[in-house]
């Protein structure tokens, strides 16, 4: 179920909101359940981390390739550029969501108070 919700990047509290409205622009609160997204000051700071790791995993199999046809190092670069600028969109909202979900599994939300 939040599987699912991670990857439609989807509410981390209610898993049926949307978290993103646009390519690059973020709901500030679900628009279904109200939570704020972002929790605190520099909330987003560990979701860099796990750019890292997704843009590594994106490269990865290209670096891989490169190396078997024996390529010069510029190719290196140029192809490692080319693949995260055109993932740099899927990369920026998944790093976000997958922080938003990992977050809200090790320290939930509260659900609202009665009354
Ligand atoms: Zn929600």
């Not at 919700?5 to 646009?22: E, K, M, S, T, Y």
């Not at 790093?95 to 939930?108: K, N, T, V």
Request: charged share 15%; glycine share 6%; aromatic share 16%.
């Amino acid at each position: 179920m939040r599987l699912r919700a991670l990857l439609q990047l989807r509410c981390p509290h209610c898993l049926r909101g949307p978290i993103f409205h646009g390519v690059w622009r973020m709901h500030p609160n679900c628009p279904v359940c109200g939570a704020k997204y972002e929790r605190e000051e520099g909330y987003f700071m560990m979701a860099i981390f796990f750019g890292y790791i997704l843009g590594f995993v994106a490269i990865l199999p290209f670096a891989i390739w490169l190396y078997l046809v024996g390529a010069a190092l510029p190719w290196y670069f140029f192809v490692s550029l080319t693949v995260l600028l055109i993932l740099s969109p899927l990369i920026f909202r998944y790093s976000r969501a997958i922080w938003m979900h990992l977050d809200e599994l090790l320290d939930p939300r509260r659900p609202p108070k009665p009354g």
